[in-house]
Nanobody
Framework: VQLQASGGGLVQAGGSLSLSCAASGTFFSLNLMAWYRQAPGEQRELVASINSGGITNYANSVKGRFTISRDNAKSTMYLQMSSLKPEDTAVYYC???????????????WGQGTLVTVSS
């Protein structure tokens, strides 16, 4: 199973950016999917998560500005970011809890990260 994150880049404060995370390979189920971010010198933190039923959860710092969604048919998760702030600058990572076979264990996979830079 591989997760491919894309969509990062440079944007001015107040702007918008959209990230995607596509899962590929052979698996039975994609369960909880999430976006994390890690700023220089900081620990990785949860940005938002979404379960297979579409229930979402957001960090307080991004509520009202970021929207997480997923397309189960495409095995893809998205993060729409708006009203971006310089403090949103970080490498953004996607993760997914994957069931590789029916009734089997769940494993967490990570994407490679995509850099988001917000200039002031």
């Amino acid at each position: 199973v591989q997760l491919q994150a894309s969509g990062g880049g440079l944007v001015q404060a107040g702007g918008s950016l959209s990230l995607s995370c596509a899962a590929s390979g052979t698996f039975f189920s994609l369960n909880l999917m999430a976006w994390y971010r890690q700023a220089p010198g900081e620990q990785r933190e949860l940005v938002a998560s979404i379960n297979s039923g579409g229930i979402t959860n957001y960090a307080n710092s991004v509520k009202g500005r970021f929207t997480i969604s997923r397309d189960n048919a495409k095995s893809t998760m998205y993060l729409q970011m708006s009203s971006l702030k310089p403090e949103d600058t970080a490498v953004y990572y996607c993760s997914a809890d994957v069931g590789r076979i029916s009734g089997g264990s769940i494993y967490t996979f990570w994407g490679q990260g995509t850099l988001v830079t917000v200039s002031s």
